[in-house]
């Protein structure tokens, strides 16, 4: 629709009046009949004796011509359809045999309450006050009294559809003032909403930064204390003057600290990997005693210290073996029986195992509860207790310690394993940690592995009294490392040299090999100057050397293992360096690549002691 109406509807039984009409307002109809001299009385009776004239100085109009009530209506209807509205109509009193300019006028009013309507009457079937009756006094209504002049009707046409376009406009208008209102409104609605939001951000942000600014000052405390104890009982050990007798308990309390100060690394390490999504979850058979029987054993001398009971039970239901990760349940309930003991001073921890649910119809999950009788749970640190960098009150951290990242890992990693963390606590009386597990897969007794033999107990310390026979190169730039692993092989029996980077590992490797005496083992420290492990282990295996590689690298996750797979390793081993495992690595993999053996494993998954 163009931005100025000039469309008038124009509702006559009468052919000859639509000539007219269009000749008196100087526009096209695309469906008025010709006229025939049969009508003369009628234009006649319309218009007065005068013929119309065409005046030159009127507007075009566009106008349509309906012959009755009926047909006006259609058109109406499709106007408001097409979204093209006539601004006014002219519609004759008397319309036989349908509906009369009266009826036909309310009918339009029903399709279009903004047409402006003048009704051309001699006031023979409907009186004033019967046509104020039947339509309503309206500013849309006019009528005019046959016979009227064309000047008339030009001015009709001209001032009613301008009133029409007056009134749509300042609508029009009206609507965009309305909408610009609303629109401000919620301009304004929003500046608010972002204000109060901005304002609950900032506040997040300085209680995000008060805490992370609290978790550095007590990790910085927790790294600090073992290695205090480490640093100062080395120097006890390098002083002459010393007693021998005191050695054993020195060195004993260094590998205590240095193992606290593994975990705490640990547990950083574990936060960040979950929140870069980069810690996985693993599937394999596990027994949930065994489980808890290791957790029990790792507790107990804390506990004994303390004096306290420590109990473990299962239900006679709980399955014996499930499918899941076992090293990942085994950490969750440690961390939380760990909290226990810790804040525990008299009474009992007790570690139990139930089931609930149907296993047949896919509803029974495990449920671990961890109960003690220690100091309970302030109400007001509750709501943050699983929080990354919180931890409880500043008492109860300067009293009993620790990262305050433990809960959080926790409750990350049952999440993980599709599970939950919930606990119930009274401040003074003691909590109850429950790890809910979704039972997906129970196993036969005989499907889950044969628990593994702890290596450090005194019953096992000969089973590798072996000596390790064989040349072993050792690529490590970190001197200190060097010489460890160095020490740690000579002393199991091996020839060793070593390189200092990737590029010297090369070197004496093609030596080696030239001179026919081949290293059985390399141990290649992945992260060195010069030419790192991963394009070293290319080198070599390009020179044709088939012979044992093994990784060494601190990074422990599943992509790290397959990137030193890919770039040639045979296997995979982590720092901080276990020597009974080390070794027991290198026996093995010099076993099975000795000349004669079995052909070697290839790419075939790295052995299981890596993974423990």
Known sequence: MSDTNRRILLVDDNQAIHKDFIKILGGGSSNAAPVDDTVADARAAFFGTEEPKTSASTACFELQSAYQGEEAYELVQKSIADEQPYAMAFVDIRMPPGWDGVQTIKKLWEVDSELQVVICTAFADYSWDDMMEELGSSDRLLILKKPFDPVEVCQFATALTEKWNVARAATRRLQEVHEAEQEARSYSASLEIL?????????????????????????????RTPMIAILGYTDLLADPSVEKSAHAEYLHTVQTNGRHLLSILDDILDITRIESGNLSIKSAPCSLREITHDVHEMIKLRANE??????????????????????????????LASNAVKFTETGSVRISTRLEGNPSAGTAAIHFAVQDTGIGIFPGDQETLFDSFTQADSSSTREYGGTGLG?????????????????????????????????????AATDCPTPAIDQDKPENK???????????????????????????????GATVNVADNGKDAVDRTNEATDQSEP??????????????????????RT?????????????????????CLRAGCTDYATKPIDRRRLIKLCKSLM??????????????????????
């Open 306 to 335: 303390k004096s306290l009971a420590i109990s473990v039970d299962h239900t006679e239901d709980c399955p014996q073996s499930i499918q899941s990760d076992p090293t990942r349940i085994r950490q969750i309930l440690l961390n």
């Open 591 to 612: 076993a099975e690549f000795a000349p004669g053996a079995p052909l070697p494993r290839g790419e075939q998954t790295p052995s299981e002691t890596q993974h423990e």
């Open 407 to 443: 809960l959080s890992i926790s409750k990350r990693l049952a999440n993980m394993l599709d599970g939950d963390i919930t606990f119930t606590s009274t401040h003074g009386e003691g909590s109850t940690f429950e790890f809910v597990l979704p039972l997906k897969e129970t196993l």
């Open 543 to 563: 020179m044709g050397h088939a012979g044992p590689i093994i990784a060494l690298t601190a990074h422990s996750s599943d992509s790290d293992r397959e990137k």
């Open 195 to 223: 204000n109060r939001a901005l304002e609950t951000a900032k506040a997040t942000a300085e209680a995000s930064a008060d805490a992370k600014s609290t978790f550095l000052a007590n990790m910085s405390h927790e790294i």
């Open 519 to 540: 290293y059985d083992l390399i141990i290649m420290d992945m992260q060195m100057p010069v030419l790192d492990g991963y394009r070293a282990t290319e080198r070599i």
């Open 462 to 492: 000969d089973s590798h009294a072996s000596p390790l026979i064989g040349k072993i190169l050792v690529a490590e730039d970190f001197a200190p490392t060097q010489r460890l692993i160095a020490a740690l092989l000579r002393k199991a």
